[in-house]
């Protein structure tokens, strides 16, 4: 989440909700990402530090907790710029350019300056901040659907260059001399190359890649490698298939519509969100002058809930058998706006209680907040740094060149 401020109701119908869930069910990463915030509004960072606190309160508040996810600032992982590096040496310029969020920022957001390389490479710095931590999921929007399969693709490209790989237990001379030979003798090879700059071939058929299995699996069993199974989970255990990255899936995030108070898509730009932190009092009045039905003029006109936001909120705050009798009174005008927006306020305002509670307390020890990112800071550091052991060790081979040292030695 990018370091915008304080979070409103369109965050947490729209994301957080979904993080609670998920925090119960996953190994979760959440971060701020100030890196992201450059990349639309480079020109003006006054507020990234401040946004973040900001945030990651806000995401306290709700009940992100930190003994069950890692919640951390993107920049405090330089990781992430070095994924970043590395992955856009070998991603086509083209990728980038026909994501669908590039062409329409650019259309919508006319009055910034978006002609930089960290705007167009966006998309891939959020590959970057997803594979730098193997991730199997990413939960996503439809719109951002795209970027999650751009990561796939940027994903297989890099293994198919830097990843097949057998490990090390098996790599042995003896072993490649009978590949090679096999594979001249299809005609795939011509001569002799290491393993891993077989896939830089290309095109290798499909026959070929069952037949570097059934060899592999051969070869494991004359190793005598114990409880070899035949499928290609057991395999990953001895060969890295193409997997120096982890290639991530995405989740759908099913969202309830929750529009503004003027009956838009809630959003800070549109003055029309009530936020996590707001006052109560400031709640009633934003809703007193919420949008009900346009048709609905007078107070004896019957109203039709399923345009109304007020019903809206009303099904996300009011208990059921006070919607299903908001629904029918609305219906037959015996109910009145003034007295149904009453209503839907006093429970969003006992609903938000808690989190507002919460949210004081925090805002008593901002250092609370900042010693938890600190903290996530560091668990997300080891997960990445993991990772990119391995990647940069897929690229220029620094294991194979360099002999491990040995203890004691010089
Ligand atoms: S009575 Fe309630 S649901 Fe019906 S139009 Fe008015 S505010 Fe909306």
Redesign the pocket.
């Known amino acids: 989440m990018r370091p915008t401020g304080r979070l409103h109701l369109g965050h947490y119908f729209g994301a957080l909700q979904n993080w609670l869930k998920l925090q119960e069910e996953y190994e979760c990463f959440f971060f701020v990402a100030d890196w992201h915030a450059l990349t639309t509004h480079y020109e003006d960072t006054s507020s990234v530090a401040e946004n973040t606190l900001q945030v990651a309160t806000d995401w306290l508040s709700v009940g992100l907790d930190p003994a069950k996810s890692t919640m951390f600032v993107q920049s405090s992982i330089i990781e992430h710029a070095e994924l970043h590096v590395l992955l856009s040496m070998i991603t086509p310029l083209s990728w980038l350019e026909r994501v669908p969020t590039y062409k329409e920022q650019i259309e919508n957001l006319k009055d910034r300056d978006l002609g930089t390389y960290g705007f167009l490479g966006y998309p891939l710095l959020q590959s970057a901040d997803i594979v730098v931590y193997d991730a199997d999921f990413v939960p996503v929007g439809e719109d951002q659907v795209p970027h999650v399969e751009l990561t796939r693709e940027v994903v297989r490209r890099f293994n198919a260059h830097f990843g097949l790989k057998v490990k090390d237990a098996l790599f042995q001379d003896s072993y490649r001399d009978d590949l090679h030979h096999v594979l001249m003798k299809m005609g795939e090879l011509e001569k002799p190359m290491p393993l891993w700059k077989l896939v830089e071939q290309g095109g290798m058929r499909a026959e070929t890649r069952a037949l570097l299995r059934s060899e592999m699996r051969k070869h494991a069993a004359e190793v005598g490698i114990d409880n070899f199974r035949r499928s290609l989970g057991t395999l990953k255990k001895y060969f890295i298939w193409g997997e120096v990255l982890h290639e991530p899936g995405h989740l759908l995030t099913e969202t309830p519509r929750l529009p503004g108070t003027d009956g838009r898509r809630m959003a800070k730009s549109y003055g029309n969100a009530i936020w996590l932190s707001d006052p109560p009092d400031e709640i009633r009045n934003k809703v007193r002058n919420m949008m009900?039905?346009p048709q609905?003029q007078r107070r004896t006109d019957p109203?039709r809930?399923e345009v109304?936001p007020?019903?809206a909120w009303?099904k996300l705050f009011s208990a059921p058998d006070l919607v299903a009798r908001?629904d029918g009174e609305?219906r037959t005008a015996a109910?009145?706006?003034v007295d149904?927006?009453k209503l839907m306020a006093e429970n969003l305002v006992t609903w938000i209680e808690p989190i507002q509670e919460r949210r004081k307390e925090l805002e008593a020890h901002p250092q609370k907040v900042w010693d938890i990112l600190d903290a996530g800071g560091k668990k997300a550091h080891a997960a990445a740094r993991r990772t990119m052991k391995r990647v940069r060790n897929a690229i220029f081979k620094w294991d194979e060149a360099r002999p491990p040292r040995r203890a004691g030695g010089n």
Request: proline content about 6%.
């Open positions: 009900t039905d609905r109203g809930p109304c007020v019903f009303h908001i609305c109910i009145g706006c149904c927006k």
